[in-house]
């Protein structure tokens, strides 16, 4: 299992651009998410996902859009970047055993928004 | 909403102990994590507690104390390899089960 991938793990935008991070997990996970974290910081929770089809929002979802049209994938979109967006995203799937949910993270993406 | 602190920073010297202390206060309870993340990594799962206790596993051992709403991470026999930021979260039902992350205490091992 590859577990969770990201694309890209980099990328530099102009104000106003807009792009999509990819998010793929081949572990057959229902619950997705996004976080942002920056410098020196926590994990602020961006929107989630309990299954396909189903998406809400996190903490800071303000900016931001996903889709879940298959259980694998997590896209997530920034249609006006702006630089308070500036930052690195993790993207991470989890699975419930005997209540313990883990999550398993993607190796994040750096986005400079200048 | 939910709230939770730990220090911003740690230094040990290797082969001591250090205990990094989390602090939190939310409505509905359901579990605590502790992840391991070195600079420019994802974070990797260390351990979860939902009981009052000690969850020992190998040189790591976590600690929760429910009903003061604290936890602490206790690594023996640092290593130089344990140099990293160390993340508390806490899941609870106010929040719909999803975790709240601390903003991470970063531990400096010294030789």
């Known amino acids: 299992n590859a577990g969770v991938t990201q694309t890209p793990k980099f990328r530099i935008l102009k104000i106003g651009q807009s792009m999509t991070l990819q998010c793929t997990q081949d572990?057959?996970?229902?619950?997705m998410y996004w976080y942002r974290q920056d410098p020196g910081m926590g994990l602020k929770l961006i929107y989630y996902?309990?299954?396909?089809?189903?998406?809400d929002k996190g903490e800071v979802p303000n900016g931001y859009n996903v889709s879940r049209s298959t259980t694998e994938d997590f896209p997530l979109r920034l249609e006006l970047a702006a630089p308070s967006q500036t930052s690195v995203y993790f993207c991470?799937?989890?699975?419930?055993?005997?209540?313990?949910?883990?999550?398993?993270f993607g190796p994040g993406t750096r986005l400079l928004v200048l | 909403g939910q709230n939770i602190d730990q220090p911003t920073e740690m230094t040990a010297t290797e082969g001591a102990i250090v205990q990094i202390n989390c602090t939190y206060q939310?409505?509905?309870?359901?579990?605590l994590f502790w992840y391991q993340q070195h600079a420019g990594e994802a974070p990797t799962f260390l351990s979860y507690n939902v009981l009052d206790g000690l969850e020992e596993k190998g040189r790591f051992s976590s600690f929760l104390s429910r009903s003061k709403g604290y936890s602490y991470l206790l690594l023996k026999e640092l290593q130089m390899k344990d140099s990293a930021s160390y993340l508390c979260a806490v899941r609870a039902r106010a929040a719909g089960n999803k975790l709240t992350f601390g903003g991470g205490t970063r531990v400096l091992v010294k030789p």
């Open positions: 991470a799937s989890s699975y419930s055993r005997g209540g313990v949910e883990t999550q398993y």
């Open positions: 939310t409505s509905g309870f359901n579990g």
């Open positions: 996902s309990v299954g396909a089809g189903i998406t």
């Open positions: 572990m057959n996970h229902n619950y």
